[in-house]
């Protein structure tokens, strides 16, 4: 079983809010990076990144991607 906590509840666009507070994920360090943000209804929540590689043939970028989240 995932356990992602609270992340289901957290709207999109909060979400995209927190990544973008974070440094390029081409050259961060492998590791989650943890964001606290006000989420709305959801209210202060700690989002859990870690950056991801997505390829398409010879091409490839890294971007982030939430794992978790937790209400603060």
Known sequence: MNDN???AEVP???VAEGSQTLPAAATAEDREYPVEIDAG???RVRIYYR???A????F???FWLAKR???V
Do not use: D, V
């Open 55 to 58: 390829k398409r043939g010879k």
């Open 5 to 7: 906590g609270i992340l």
């Open 69 to 71: 989240a937790e209400k």
């Open 60 to 62: 490839s970028h890294w």
């Open 41 to 43: 209804h959801a209210g």
């Open 51 to 53: 950056k991801q590689k």
């Open 12 to 14: 999109g666009q909060y």
